[in-house]
């Protein structure tokens, strides 16, 4: 399946364990649920990512944020907001490095928002044309506040001329 | 007034060739009707009863007589010759093209405006005390930090899906004229324990369906903090608000059901993290946006007031005009005058494009070119020299503009009702002029005093009933039309919500209940006691007992 990661369309590696299924081979994510249940294995396995959804809490996964690769995070329609918080706070608060990625209900239009806090791959939906997608991102280019990217307040910006 | 940078013209600019794009795409079918209309809706594009309908922003009730001038030539142009000033500040089309809109953007945008975020889940306009720069009883004009938050707010990318949309009012002045303790974030400009400026925070108020008055989640904040504070507030909202039902989805209910003390320690424990996030701003930050709302070259002479006062002895429709729509400013041979949009027959807010374009020549020659508009549905023309108001007054009156109601019973608030909105229950216009055309004697107007009207068509509270001293409320009864009323609310100061006084009259009645409500008035009242305090004092039990005698 095709991604866009880092505003390219790229080839998707991972796949995605539903809850109580055997694990495939390769990368693979989970549900939050599944990482604490079975945390142990999974860290010895290695190529697990986390599936957070909009209510599940950041704090149950702190302190194992070093070993997991790929966060995604679930976006089941247009109006959840909870994920760009997450995104946020993951990277600015708990300096997450891995990668954070949209999925569900992502389009065109949220993308610049959700990269600004964070996000950098995004599963758009089949039924989206990739090339219109990735439009988005440069569509305005003016940010008058700081998020989990390097903008800075507008008004500091200003009075440093 | 605050006037772009290249920031800001960019961003407007590249909105409105974002939104063409989102146009087109609906229109090949790549983005479905819902898909559409939450973008639209961030760019204040709703589709109503019978049209789409335009809300474009002017924050914090602040124009220019240029702007005006756009408005009006949209109006005619795109539009059927006529505008609707709202109670957040803002104006609305509603009888544009979809066609047309990103057209109508463009000539927004040529003039510094726009209509981001005038709509959907997301901060919206900020509103601002009418009077701020420029009332006797302001301790600091207001208006630099509404700026600050519109910049701040504007395509906020952490917060742009929030579980509802969320209002900011903010004030300087003793008074409360700006409602804020009915706001998610209301800020009063205090003066704390050393003397400092900074800000009173309440959270959690609102209208609607549930209408609670705010609660005081910090005594003082300073004035650098403004940001990281509301940030820390918006991101507590954004994770915890509800999002599983529409209605129980404002920070009104997150806050009611917390409860104030826990909800402000989540607050203050995001806070604690974020507050160093890069939103701290600095006190020339601050002194450069104070810049653009300087006071402008007032220049007043000895004789304008001597002249006023002769031309009031001489005209008493002139000097009551002077009385009941003007207001004293903080520069003395100076005066505030309001310019009513409640004229008998025309529905509240309402403004031609002849009068846009009239009122903004006005502004122009008499009030430095600026213009205001207020929550209670009228416009302002703020620095208005003592002896030129005559003048300013034969032009209103030319306009139909100078009907002398204001703070009367019919300067009235009015949501659009039936005739605008799919979700209403009665229709508000017809009421409203059901109400002008029975208390037509200006004269028992005066008497009875300050009176604050405010209607709704449905329990959706647009028209902000349950806080007017007096409220109006439409409901369904089998098919046909009612109203509740609903007695002694205030939003300001002493906000509190009115109580219904029992079961509700039908259409054609309200305007002589509320004669019987009056007459009742004018009997309890004390000296010099206004309607809402009379209520107050009394109880609604003799109002009550009036209204229904006939029906026990
Ligand atoms: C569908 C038809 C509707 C119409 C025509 C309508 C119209 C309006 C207008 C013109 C305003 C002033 C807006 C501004 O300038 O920002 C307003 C405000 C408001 N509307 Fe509506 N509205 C509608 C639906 C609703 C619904 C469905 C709700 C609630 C669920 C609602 C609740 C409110 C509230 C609470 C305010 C402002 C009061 C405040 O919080 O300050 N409206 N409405
Ligand atoms: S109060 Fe009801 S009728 Fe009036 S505009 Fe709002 S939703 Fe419509």
Redesign the pocket.
Known sequence: MQIIRNQRVEEDTWRHAPDGEPLAAGQVTVSLKRWLEERDTLIARGDVGVRLAPADELADLLADLPTITLIVLEFPDITEGRGYTQARLLRTRHGYSGEIRATGDVQHDQLSFMQRCGVDSFVVREDRDMDDALAAFGEVSVRYQPAADDETLIFHRREQG | MYQYDNYDQTLVNERVAQFRGQVQRHLDGKLSDEEFRQLRLRNGL?Y?LHAY?F?IAVPYGLFSSRQMHTLAHCARTYDRGYG?F?????V?FNWPELEDVAKIMEELAAVQMHAIQ??GNVV??VTADQYAGVAADELEDPRPYCEILRQWSTLHPEFCWLPRKF?IGVTGAAEDRA?IR??DIGLELVRGEDGEVGFKVFVGG????TPIVGKVVREFLEKRHLLTYVEAVLRVYNQLGRRDD??KARIKILVRSLGIKRFRKLVEAEWELSRDDGLELTDAEIERMQGFFAPPDYQPTAEGAAELEQQVAADKSFARWVKRNTRPHKVTGYRIAIVSLKAPGAAPGDLTDTQMDGIADLAERFSFGELRSTHEQNLVLADVAEGELQALWEGLKALELATPNIGTLNDMIC??GLD?????KASTIPVAAQINEKFDDLDYLYDLGELKLKMSGCM???G?HYVGHLGLLGVDKKGSEWYQIILGGSASNDAVLGRRIGPAVPLDEVANVIEKILTLYVDLREEGERFVDTVHRTGIAPFKERVYADHT
Not at chain 2, 86 to 90: K, M, S
Not at chain 2, 206 to 209: A, E, I, T
């Open positions: 709703y109503q309908m809300r609707h709202t109670t957040r500040q803002n609305q005038t709509s919206r306009n209002k409602a009915l706001h609102g209208m609607g369906r529409n209605t949501c659009p605008f909105c799919a979700l209403a959706n509270g647009c902000h």
